[in-house]
């Protein structure tokens, strides 16, 4: 079973809007970590945000937030005030704290363009 | 701040050479992965050390291997090439936490981009 699930292959978003890119995630491990990364056409990948499992509060960074729902196991990434910069890959990951501790899981990603 | 270094930055190798790409983590990280990310593929867990010992082993082929030096540095081993070995490899540390790992963020290098001819 897919663990990480993105089903937005593609997202489009107009300058100076927000956009929420969807993920949802499968586990059973009551300890786990959830993660969002940018990857520009520059091929690095950029860590942007993390969300742990026993977190009472959304996380947010910046102009990145979190939106995470445990009950329905989603975790999606909402970027406020979008820029041109931010047209990219992104992929969610799951870190899980007993069975998978030792590697991050990565979801297919979703390509986000930002439009002027 | 430092960030995850990783040699070279690209490789062009034919079918059948070796390959060695080098990976030298955040100072203090003790955790090293590796990934690899085909063409429009999300990357894919290799292998982790932890403390210069394998902790996780993924989808990595027989012909690969690699190693956690005593200074934390990893190197990927990779013979017989293939042509689908051509990839993005990541590298990636963590500082390790004693108690639940769950929360350990992964810091990425920029890659190593290998090209089989």
């Known amino acids: 079973a897919q663990k990480i699930t993105q089903t937005q292959p593609g997202m489009f978003v107009q300058e100076k809007e927000a956009v929420t890119l969807d993920c949802t995630y499968d586990?059973?491990?009551?300890?786990?970590?959830l993660f969002w990364y940018k990857q520009p056409s520059s091929g690095e990948m950029i860590f942007l945000i993390y969300q742990g499992s026993y977190d009472q509060q959304n996380a947010t960074e910046g102009r990145y937030s979190l939106n995470f729902q445990k009950a329905r196991k989603s975790a999606n990434l909402v970027i406020s005030a979008s820029q041109l910069g931010d047209s990219a890959m992104y992929f969610c990951?799951?870190?899980?704290?007993?069975?998978?501790?030792?590697?991050?899981?990565f979801g297919a990603g979703t390509r986000l363009a930002v439009h002027p | 701040a430092a960030g995850v270094i990783q040699s070279p930055r690209h490789l062009i190798k034919e079918k059948r050479e070796t390959a060695t790409l080098k990976c030298y983590p955040i100072?203090?990280?003790?955790?090293v992965y590796w990934y690899q990310q085909g063409p429009g593929q999300d990357p894919q867990f290799l292998i982790s050390f932890y403390e210069k010992m394998q902790s996780d082993k993924g989808s990595i082929p027989d012909r690969f291997s690699a190693q956690q030096f005593s200074d934390y540095h990893s190197e990927l081993n990779m013979s017989s090439l293939e042509l689908g070995d051509s990839a993005l490899y990541f590298c990636?540390?963590?500082?390790?936490?004693?108690?639940?790992?769950?929360?350990?963020?992964?810091?990425f290098g920029s890659g190593t981009q290998l090209s089989v001819l």
């Open positions: 990951a799951m870190r899980e704290g007993v069975g998978g501790y030792n590697k991050l899981i």
């Open positions: 586990t059973s491990d009551p300890s786990y970590g």
């Open positions: 990636a540390s963590s500082l390790g936490q004693l108690r639940d790992r769950a929360n350990e963020k992964l810091f």
């Open positions: 100072p203090r990280h003790d955790t």
